[in-house]
């Protein structure tokens, strides 16, 4: 079963809004991780934030954690049709930092020129 | 070059068959992962390894096997095919900081 439930499972935005993806999870977590996706392709990572960390920023991304809650935002400012792709979260558990990543369905945005 | 490459990039096969995809890395890293992404959907887990002499099984492992033949070498492999092993097959490592880095894929079709 998945561990991560991204939400919306898309999302259709005009170049220049924000973007907000949203990712819920289930069990105690070392760190959340945010992966980007272009169709059919490998992931790339974005940003890691660790489960003793609320929120952290990387360029135009900005993630958020609540650990009571067990939940997640990553939001993209001013976003660009190049920012069109599949967006997951992951969580990282087990003894180690990262050991063991388990990944949620996605939220497939789509950036309108 | 890749940090982390997959061969086959695209493999069909028949029912029945056995298969083995390859992944190597050139990150240095001891974690290294297999997953499985179906169509419009996240990536699932099938196997894991910390080192050369440590392999976990993962969400979806049974059908399939692996084998850490090197700290940079971790190869799945298909017993026996089926049609629904059809997939998006993902090498992956990763290090202390544990974010992973990917390979490209490989696209399996099993007729």
Redesign the interface.
């Known amino acids: 079963s998945q561990q991560g439930e991204e939400d919306p499972q898309a999302l259709s935005i005009q170049e220049g809004e924000n973007a907000t993806m949203n990712c819920s999870y289930k069990t105690s977590i070392n760190n959340l991780q945010w992966y980007r996706q272009n169709s059919g392709r490998g992931l790339v990572h974005l940003i890691l934030i660790r489960s003793n960390e609320r929120e952290k920023h990387s360029g135009r991304l900005r993630v958020t954690l609540d650990t009571s809650k067990k939940s997640s935002s990553l939001l993209i400012t001013a976003s660009r049709a190049a920012d069109t792709a599949s967006y997951f979260c992951a969580t990282g558990i087990g003894e180690t930092s990262g050991s063991r990543l388990t990944f949620g369905e996605g939220t497939q945005l789509t950036v309108n020129p | 070059d890749a940090d982390?490459t997959q061969t086959p990039r695209n493999r069909i096969t028949k029912t029945g068959k056995r298969i083995m995809l390859e992944c190597s890395q050139t990150k240095g890293h001891d974690?290294m992962?297999w997953?499985r992404q179906d169509p419009g959907?996240?990536?699932?887990?099938i196997y894991?390894s910390?080192d050369v002499k440590d392999i976990?099984k993962?969400?979806i492992s049974d059908g399939y096997s692996v084998s850490r033949q090197a700290q940079a070498k971790f190869s799945l492999s298909l017993e026996s095919a089926i049609p629904n092993q059809t997939a998006?097959y993902?090498c992956?490592t990763?290090g202390?900081?544990?974010?992973?880095?990917?390979?490209?894929?490989t696209?399996l079709t099993v007729v």
């Open positions: 982390v974690r992962y997953y959907l996240g990536l699932q887990l894991y910390f976990n993962g969400e998006l993902f992956a990763s202390t900081r544990g974010e992973a880095f990917f390979g490209q894929g696209r």
